[in-house]
């Protein structure tokens, strides 16, 4: 046997060992040398649970177009979570269920994040943004990510939803409690917190529609909970049950991932002055830049399908049998040195940039106009308002393999 031979055995054999359901405390830090791993060593990466975890970028693609995939998960996520709220709301939504239901929740929906839509709030979001710098400016010490990023998307995304922004703290504890059951190896006291959310978060949301169904007229451009309601009354088939899970899957999806993206970005461009300065110097247009930042940061990490066919990759990594649930690793697809040279560094100049962070097919992520709205604005404002900024302590990331965040990222203003 080789040199490169023995290599590239003793890489294949970290690499089947590696157990996404219980990863070692770095790969929260870091988990790029992990998915590196992977897809050197075992790109079709079997796991004990019996699912598939795909790392490598063609791969990903492949499966995530192919129309035969679905993604109700209905017998799996009964075996995981037992009966109850939790199970309901992840096989309600459309996040978890196929066509014609999909898109028959969706189309509702979708209005909400046309270009007109996004447009229309873009000078409420720099307000938003506005008053929450001169907040910081005020505090001198602060966590970015609990005192800044975090209070831009989860007001957008009330105001769209039409709830109280000034209910964000609570929409973000409870919402939590209902995602974290969805990473792939939870605690039987995670499913129950799970179970006890999802009721609470319907309990909260129920007035609200009741209200607007009580209304003589519903404007349904007014918000996604008079949308909803409005559809119903004109006869679309959706329950108050699906109408309440939607907008708890909105709220969760519309501002966990784009404060990880503006928190993350700033994380990273601290410690990058050649990228940053490109920013600040005007050299790079944020809205350019932010799609780099997205690929490399890529806050949803994870997703899922479950084939009904042979899938016989075309990439010659082997044939994954029907009936098998699939674990998408978007986050390792892009770092694919295969398809982006030198993954594991930020480069605005990067073109082509087919980054997977949004998804693919008729599941792509539905609030991607909207992050691609408010992102750009936030991050040029701290760059603009806040020159000063430094870290003012250890950056802490959260306990999460489905969403990459950062739970702590002390500043203060120099």
Same mark, same amino acid.
């Given at each position: 046997m080789t040199g490169t031979a023995k290599i590239d055995q003793t890489i294949s054999e970290k690499a089947k060992a590696f157990n996404l359901l219980a990863p070692p405390d770095d790969y929260f830090d870091d988990p790029s040398p992990y998915f590196r791993l992977?897809?050197?060593?075992?790109?079709?990466?079997?796991?004990?649970?019996?699912?598939?975890?795909?790392?490598?970028?063609?791969? %990903?693609?492949?499966?995530?177009?192919?129309?035969?995939?679905?993604?109700?998960?209905?017998?799996?996520?009964?075996?995981?979570?037992?009966?109850?709220?939790?199970? +309901?709301?992840?096989t309600s939504t459309m996040l978890f269920r196929d066509n014609p239901d999909h898109d028959r929740l969706r189309d509702i929906v979708n209005p909400f994040f046309s270009q007109t839509s996004i447009k229309s709030l873009?000078?409420?979001?720099?307000?938003?943004?506005?008053?929450?710098?001169?907040?910081?400016?005020?505090?001198?010490?602060?966590?970015?990510?609990?005192?800044?990023?975090?209070?831009?998307? %989860?007001?957008?995304? $009330?105001?769209?939803?039409? =709830?109280?922004? /000034?209910?964000?703290?609570?929409?973000?504890?409870?919402?939590?409690?209902?995602?974290?059951?969805? !990473?792939?190896?939870?605690? %039987?006291?995670?499913?129950?917190?799970?179970?006890?959310? %999802?009721?609470?978060?319907?309990?909260?949301?129920?007035?609200?529609?009741?209200?607007?169904?009580?209304?003589?007229?519903?404007?349904?451009? +007014?918000?996604?909970? $008079?949308?909803?309601?409005?559809?119903?009354?004109?006869?679309?088939?959706?329950?108050?049950?699906?109408?309440?899970?939607? $907008?708890?899957?909105?709220? !969760?999806?519309?501002?966990?991932?784009?404060? !990880?993206?503006?928190?993350?970005?700033?994380?990273?461009?601290?410690?990058?002055? +050649?990228?940053?300065?490109?920013?600040? /110097?005007? +050299?790079?247009?944020?809205?350019?830049?932010?799609?780099?930042? =997205?690929r490399f940061i890529t806050p949803l990490q994870l997703q899922g399908r479950r084939t009904t066919n042979d899938v016989e990759l075309a990439s010659g990594n082997g044939t994954i049998p029907a009936g098998t649930e699939v674990v998408l690793a978007q986050a390792s697809a892009n770092r694919d040195e295969r398809v982006f040279e030198d993954p594991d560094r930020l480069n605005f100049a990067r073109r082509p940039n087919n980054h997977v962070a949004f998804g693919a097919g008729i599941h792509v992520c539905l609030g991607r106009p909207l992050a691609r709205m408010e992102a750009p604005i936030a991050l040029a404002s701290v760059l603009k308002e806040l020159p000063t900024l430094v870290r003012n302590g250890e950056a802490r990331f959260q306990h999460n393999t489905r969403f990459r965040g950062l739970e702590e990222l002390p500043v203060r203003l120099a």
């Open positions: 992977l897809r050197d060593g075992d790109p079709v990466h079997q796991q004990e649970d019996g699912t598939v975890l795909l790392t490598r970028y063609d791969d %990903v693609r492949q499966v995530w177009r192919d129309l035969s995939g679905l993604v109700y998960k209905g017998e799996f996520f009964e075996k995981k979570f037992g009966k109850g709220p939790l199970l +309901e709301h992840h873009t000078d409420f979001t720099q307000d938003v943004i506005d008053r929450e710098i001169k907040k910081v400016k005020q505090m001198g010490e602060f966590d970015f990510v609990r005192d800044f990023a975090f209070r831009i998307p %989860v007001a957008l995304i $009330c105001r769209v939803i039409g =709830i109280p922004v /000034e209910d964000a703290d609570y929409i973000q504890g409870v919402g939590r409690k209902v995602l974290f059951p969805l !990473n792939p190896q939870v605690s %039987v006291e995670a499913i129950k917190q799970g179970h006890e959310a %999802v009721t609470e978060f319907m309990g909260y949301l129920l007035p609200f529609l009741d209200e607007i169904k009580a209304r003589r007229t519903i404007d349904p451009s +007014e918000s996604i909970l $008079c949308a909803m309601a409005a559809a119903q009354r004109n006869g679309v088939e959706v329950s108050d049950a699906e109408i309440l899970h939607m $907008c708890i899957v909105t709220l !969760n999806g519309g501002h966990e991932t784009t404060t !990880n993206l503006i928190s993350q970005s700033m994380h990273f461009l601290m410690d990058d002055p +050649e990228s940053k300065r490109q920013l600040v /110097e005007g +050299e790079v247009a944020l809205p350019t830049a932010l799609e780099e930042l =997205i």
